[in-house]
Nanobody, 131 residues
Framework: VQLVESGGGLVQPGQSLTLSCSVS????????IGWFRQAPEKEREWISC????????DYADSVKGRITISMDAVKNSVHLRIHRLKPDDTAIYSC?????????????????????????WGQGTQVTVFS
């Protein structure tokens, strides 16, 4: 499985940005895609997730209200739209995949929040918010 992020760049405060995570090498089912970010000298932070289990978006409190996650199962991709960007949003944004089996119980299906729960990661895309 391979995940490739795109859409990062330099933006000014208040602007919006859409990040994309393209997934290949796996059938787009029984999986969750999560977005994380890591700012300089800070730990990796989970910010959002969506899964094929119920397609309900999940957001961290720190970004809730400013981000929108969506899934495109036809194109095997997940998009993260970030609104009203702030300098504190400057970070490397990475997507990750969590996969469960067809017969997996319901309690292991869906989104995960812990970094260690995810099976594979993309390389990340840099987002820099500057005045």
């Amino acid at each position: 499985v391979q995940l490739v992020e795109s859409g990062g760049g330099l933006v000014q405060p208040g602007q919006s940005l859409t990040l994309s995570c393209s997934v290949s090498g796996i059938t787009f089912e029984n999986l969750a895609i999560g977005w994380f970010r890591q700012a300089p000298e800070k730990e990796r932070e989970w910010i959002s997730c969506i899964s094929t289990h119920d397609e309900n978006p999940d957001y961290a409190d720190s970004v809730k209200g400013r981000i929108t996650i969506s899934m495109d199962a036809v194109k095997n991709s997940v998009h993260l739209r970030i609104h009203r960007l702030k300098p504190d949003d400057t970070a490397i944004y990475s997507c990750a995949i969590y996969v469960w089996g067809f017969y997996s119980p319901s309690n292991v299906r869906g989104c995960r929040h812990r970094v260690g729960d995810w099976d594979a990661w993309g390389q990340g895309t840099q987002v820099t918010v500057f005045s």
